[in-house]
């Protein structure tokens, strides 16, 4: 069970947005930078988005990232075949004198 | 062009150690960052196992601390996992990776790894 909080699937049709959430709490997204992360079919994880706003170089503007609270959505405009793939937040948590890193459950993305 | 590879055996028997290496290139570790350990079990999610600075300074998964030891060789440019007592429920796609801040900005392509007798 993940302490980040993702809808298991979104789905939309090609040239849509999709929004993924991100549900934490005070000990993990409330109090720390969210980052986001894409994994295709058989290959490595990419940065999507991290310090919860913020793109990469080469990351293309179609993909946003934003906090409140203790929840984190990572948007996906203009929809493509080749972003249909998991996606992942992730961040540090804080229980009493103990941190660690923590990831989202993970999101389908699908394209109809 | 910062790139990492794990390599290690595939096929570890459950109650044995799994090790695993990434080779660090692009990039010296000595230079900084940490770098760690991430794992994706079949058809489930992400889950940090642990990481390491380059002077040694190591922070672990607290679900999985009493197995786990990282290493770093700095001479070879690579660091290491070591997991005792594997059981099932530790095969997985393990990857390594480097952190920036609260992010992870470069993974390698991973090493699936299995427990079986």
């Known amino acids: 069970q993940s302490v980040l909080t993702q809808p298991p699937s979104v789905s939309a049709a090609p040239g849509q947005k999709v929004t993924i959430s991100c549900s934490g709490s005070?000990?993990?997204?409330?109090?720390?930078?969210v980052s986001w992360y894409q994994r295709l079919p058989g290959a490595a994880p990419k940065l999507l988005i991290y310090?919860?706003?913020k793109r990469p170089s080469g990351i293309p503007d179609r993909f946003s990232g934003s906090k409140s609270g203790t929840s984190a959505t990572l948007g996906i405009t203009g929809l493509q075949t080749g972003d249909e793939a998991e996606y992942y937040c992730?961040?540090?948590?804080?229980?009493?004198?103990?941190?660690?890193?923590?990831f989202g459950s993970g999101t389908k993305v699908t394209v109809l | 062009q910062v790139q990492l590879k794990e390599s290690g055996p595939g096929l570890v028997k459950p109650s044995e150690t799994l090790s695993l290496t990434c080779a660090v290139s692009?990039?010296?570790?000595?230079?900084?960052?940490?770098w760690g350990w991430i794992r994706q079990p079949p058809g489930k999610g992400l889950e940090w196992i642990g990481s390491?600075?380059?002077?040694?300074?190591?922070y672990y998964n607290p679900s999985l601390k009493s197995r786990v030891t990282l290493s770093v060789d700095t001479s070879k440019n690579q660091f290491s996992l070591s997991l005792s007592s594997v059981t099932a429920a530790d095969t997985a796609l393990y990857s390594c990776?480097?952190?920036?801040?609260?992010?992870?900005?470069?993974w390698g392509q991973g090493a699936l790894v299995t427990v079986s007798s």
């Open positions: 990776a480097r952190r920036v801040g609260a992010a992870w900005d470069y």
């Open positions: 692009g990039y010296s570790i000595s230079s900084g960052y940490y």
């Open positions: 390491i600075y380059y002077s040694g300074t190591k």
């Open positions: 005070s000990s993990n997204i409330g109090d720390n930078y």
């Open positions: 310090e919860n706003d």
């Open positions: 992730g961040t540090w948590n804080t229980i009493l004198n103990d941190f660690f890193y923590v």
